[in-house]
């Protein structure tokens, strides 16, 4: 829905401008249980964003608040929850000894599918 805004200018008249409306942001989640098997898989697809599915396979979001070096090649991670055992906003992830701290954690879909490259053919 669009909102029009009139601004009068000196001489020139009314003039309307379109304002969109700030896209909805998903609200922030935990997943529980995170010492105690609460994860069951993940998948990073860049530097900053992490996929995580719980064990009731539900996917979760990640984004962290820097780059994570070596995050997309990783084999192996560590999950730092904060209190209480659940890995939100404030907990961090852990690559080759390195604290990443997350920015946020939104439900989810799965990952997005990496696309495969096409294989040249010999003539």
């Known amino acids: 829905m669009k909102t029009y805004l009139l601004f009068p ?28 098997g609460g994860i069951d898989d993940w998948q990073a697809t860049d530097r900053h964003t ?6 009731h396979h539900r996917w979760y979001r990640a984004e962290l608040m820097s780059d994570c070096i070596d995050l997309d090649y990783a084999t192996r991670i560590g999950f730092a929850p904060g209190a209480g055992d659940r890995l939100d906003r404030f907990s961090n992830i ?30």
Request: aromatic fraction near 4%; hydrophobic fraction near 40%.
């Open 9 to 36: 200018l000196v001489g020139l008249g009314l003039v309307a401008a379109a304002v969109q409306p700030a896209a909805a942001k998903l609200p922030e989640t935990s997943i529980p249980f995170v010492n105690h």
């Open 94 to 123: 852990l690559v080759h000894g390195q604290r990443c701290p997350l920015k946020s954690l939104v439900a989810s879909g799965p990952p997005p599918s990496k696309a495969r490259k096409a294989k040249a053919r010999k003539p």
């Open 50 to 55: 992490l996929y995580i599915r719980d064990t």
